[in-house]
């Protein structure tokens, strides 16, 4: 899989430029197509981690040559992206702290913002040599033994809570709470002058209530405002 991922994504660069492998990866259809050419199961959850890991490890020597590099990965090596978008940024010239925040972002507004009852395991994050960027990210319901998955493209990205995501990829959930729906703005800016308005004491309390409150929509209550 490493071997024919990083000659397929160096034909890709060679022929059409790095930005249209950003553009597929962000894809799902493309992205999942890509895995079972890879040699996956068409429909096995386990396409992200493969792909990802793939590329990781086939482009990362062709690094200088193509101007791609992948971050992140699966479990303790997602946490680790910000490090590496910052050492990639000293590298080759481009503001590393800034990918890092968009990875935290990225990764926060699919944790919290976005509360379809999936938990995050996996965070891949491909950047290239001119900052442009694209993550693909999976998140697990285990009660349902369910995948899904998030994509994101920086190209045309102009808010990270207005309709972000290129693409959700997934088995339909019914009504979630979607707080980065653009027709959530109000509901968001009502939370946050809320919280405003609270000393910190309550702002823990609201927090806990918070994370209470998830983990009831996880074991099948809770409110709902969208559908994805």
């Known amino acids: 899989m490493t071997r024919l991922g990083a000659v397929m994504s160096e034909a890709i660069v060679h022929h059409y430029g790095r930005d249209e492998l950003l553009r597929r990866l962000a ?100 950047v290239t040599d001119d900052g442009k960027w694209t993550v693909v990210q999976q998140g697990m319901n285990g009660g349902r033994k369910q995948a899904r998955r998030y994509h ?29 729906d653009r027709r959530a703005e109000a509901s968001r800016q009502a939370q946050l002058d809320l919280l405003a308005a609270l000393g910190p004491d309550k702002r823990r309390l609201a927090a806990e209530l918070f994370h209470r409150l998830r983990e009831m929509y996880r074991k099948g209550g809770g409110a709902f405002l969208s559908t994805l």
């Open 27 to 126: 894809n799902p259809f493309w992205f999942q197509s890509f895995g079972a050419v890879m040699g996956m199961d068409w429909h096995s959850s386990g396409i992200t981690t493969s792909v990802i890991g793939a590329l990781k490890r086939g482009l990362t020597p062709l690094r200088h040559e193509l101007g791609i590099h992948v971050c992140g990965g699966r479990g303790s090596y997602s946490r680790r992206t910000p490090q590496e978008l910052i050492s990639i940024g000293d590298q080759v010239g481009i503001d590393g702290a800034a990918l890092a925040k968009a990875s935290r972002l990225v990764a926060k507004v699919d944790s919290a913002a976005v509360q379809d009852g999936f938990d995050l395991y996996l965070h891949g994050f491909i």
């Open 152 to 180: 994101w493209l920086s190209e045309g990205l102009a808010s990270f809570v207005d309709d972000p995501h290129a693409a959700i990829e997934g088995a339909g959930q019914g009504e979630i709470i979607n707080l980065a």
